[in-house]
């Protein structure tokens, strides 16, 4: 079957490192994006990618790193800039610029700061 | 920019009892308005979008919203809820031009008690 895949499901890393969480995809999407979910405050767009090897910053891109350099992968890495990375991650897919089927999302990294 | 305001961050309600969720956007432009659902540790799965045409529309589990441009409310009502119906809701807009990347509300925890 189609989907997302997410890894890995709990990650924890230590304060100054880089982790990369990562995100593939076999639906034939072009467009990958990646969402910071937090507590009340629903989910936030860090980047997103419409086609390969191009992408774009969302609303809170500082301290995280993208590549997309396959059209199923779409891995982020959270640099030692991002100040309070504990969060819940998650990866959504779509056909770009058809906005009929939404998103697929996969089922998240939960990444904490020990 | 587009913006999403979910005006609950929770809802208790008791099981059979009718419930609506409450969600507003701000747009300059034409918009597409979805709702998820979201279970624990998981990631969201669409429960219903308005595209065009009937501002009416309805998903396969009981679940109906209604798009009022006028007041640019997207409000997801059901006539009676079940216990499984617990869970939280993210209302969500695509604009139609520039950036094409959902734009999430805040979420609504819906807790149904028996």
Redesign the interface.
């Known amino acids: 079957d189609g989907g997302i895949t997410q890894s890995p499901k709990y990650l924890f890393r230590k304060e100054g490192q880089n982790v990369t969480l990562s995100c593939e995809q076999n639906l034939n999407h072009d467009a990958m994006y990646w969402y910071r979910q937090d507590p009340g405050q629903g989910l936030r767009l860090i980047y997103y990618s419409q086609i390969v090897n191009d992408f774009q910053k969302g609303d809170i891109a500082e301290g995280y790193s993208v590549s997309r350099e396959k059209k199923e992968s779409f891995p982020l890495t959270v640099t030692s800039a991002q100040k309070n990375p504990t969060a819940f991650y998650l990866c959504a897919s779509s056909p770009p610029f058809v906005p009929a089927n939404g998103y697929t999302f996969g089922s998240g990294t939960r990444l904490t700061v020990v | 920019a587009q913006s ?1 305001t ?1 005006l609950d ?1 929770q809802v208790p309600v008791f099981e059979e009892a009718p419930v609506e969720l409450r969600c507003n956007y701000s747009s300059s432009v034409s918009v ?1 308005l ?1 709702w ?1 659902v979201q279970y624990p ?6 429960l219903l ?1 308005y ?1 065009s045409g009937s501002t009416l529309v309805k998903s396969i589990n009981g679940f109906e919203a209604e798009f009022n441009k006028s007041q640019t409310s997207f409000h997801l009502r059901k006539p009676s809820v079940h216990i499984s119906d617990t869970a939280e809701y ?1 209302c ?1 807009v ?1 604009l139609d031009t520039g ?9 609504t925890r819906l807790q149904v008690q028996p």
Request: net charge positive; charged share 15%.
């Open positions: 999403v979910q961050s597409y979805f998820y540790n998981q990631g969201l799965q669409l979008k595209l993210f969500a695509r950036r094409r990347a959902l734009t999430f509300g805040s979420g």
